[in-house]
């Protein structure tokens, strides 16, 4: 199985910081890579399938980049509703998850 | 629009068996993954496995093999996931999905659509 490492676990921010998480993949899985958000008592929502496209509808605050084994998701000018839980997952082999980065206002 | 809707909450038993459904709509039903992923309180997101909308395919994630049943029926564009033989540990909320196309390896992209979750209590 390829593992995903986020980091940090736990990051407090304020509105307007821009905010960077990482994801490392244990083997490279290329560009398969996809970022949900999920807010407390929430269903999870995909932000960004193919390491750095983002769905229809998401701020354009939110950008993902990387490739093989690094993988970042960024968000700039954080605004109060971004307050969440990110987690990246791999979709080279069978899909697995990272184990979460929660956001929390400084 | 594309949705999926789950079951309505369940409180069961230890030892109990429960089966619970995520019906799809406003897309080809038979032509999608559905994958099933658990969360237990306060933790992350784990994949129970995949089963295949048009023909019951069915992967599971090795942690979860020989622990749950899924399976699908097209003719009423439902996933189904069950258990025989419940357990506190079990106790979790379960999320239904489509798997999309996107940014994925052989069908199998992202979970683009999700159902609104099943809580499962497991207590005696």
């Known amino acids: 199985d390829i593992q995903l490492t986020q980091s940090p676990s736990f990051l407090s921010a304020s509105v307007g910081d821009r905010v960077t998480i990482t994801c490392r993949a244990s083997q490279g899985i290329s560009t398969f890579l996809a970022w949900y958000q999920q807010k407390p008592g929430r269903v999870p929502n995909l932000l960004i399938s193919g390491a750095s496209t983002l769905q229809s509808g998401v701020p354009s605050r939110f950008s993902g980049s990387g490739s093989g084994t690094e993988f970042t998701l960024t968000i700039s000018n954080l605004q109060p509703e971004d307050f969440a839980t990110y987690f990246c997952q791999q979709l080279n082999t069978y899909p697995t998850f990272g184990g979460g980065t929660k956001v929390e206002i400084k | 629009e594309v949705q999926l809707v789950q079951t309505g909450a369940e409180v069961k038993e230890p030892g109990e068996s429960l089966k619970i459904s995520c019906q799809g709509s406003?897309?080809?039903?038979?032509?999608?993954?559905i994958g099933w992923v658990r969360q237990r309180p306060g933790e992350g997101l784990e994949l129970v496995g995949l089963v295949y909308g048009g023909d019951s395919d069915t992967r599971y994630s090795p942690s979860f093999r020989g622990q749950v049943t899924m399976s699908a029926d097209k003719s009423v564009s439902a996933a189904y996931l069950q258990w025989t033989g419940l357990e506190a540990s079990d106790s979790a909320i379960y999320f239904c999905a489509r798997v999309s196309r996107l940014g994925g390896v052989n069908g199998v992209g992202a979970f683009d659509v999700w159902g609104q979750g099943t809580m499962v209590t497991v207590s005696s």
């Open positions: 406003g897309y080809s039903f038979n032509t999608y993954w």
